[in-house]
C-alpha cells in the first residue's frame, strides 16, 4: 500500500486565511510608520507570519 492521501481540513484552512488576511491589511500602516522615521517592531514578524501562513496554504492546496 502507498501513502494515504491527506485529507484538508477545512476549518484550519479557513482560520489560517482569515489571519493571513488580517495580517495583510495591517502591514500598510506599519509602513507608514516607517517612512515616518519609526519601525514597529512587529513589523518583521508580521511579514514573517505571512510569508509562513501563505506557504502553508499553497502547499495545502496544490495538486498532488
Known sequence: MG???QR?????????AAELAKLA???PA???H???GTV????GYKLKRIEK???HLRE?????
Open 34 to 36: 516607517v517612512a515616518q
Open 25 to 27: 491589511q495591517s502591514v
Open 30 to 32: 506599519g509602513i507608514d
Open 8 to 16: 484538508l481540513d477545512p476549518i484550519k484552512l479557513r482560520e489560517e
Open 3 to 5: 501513502p494515504q492521501p
Open 53 to 55: 501562513l501563505s506557504r
Open 60 to 64: 495545502e492546496l496544490a495538486p498532488p
Open 40 to 43: 514597529p517592531k512587529d513589523v
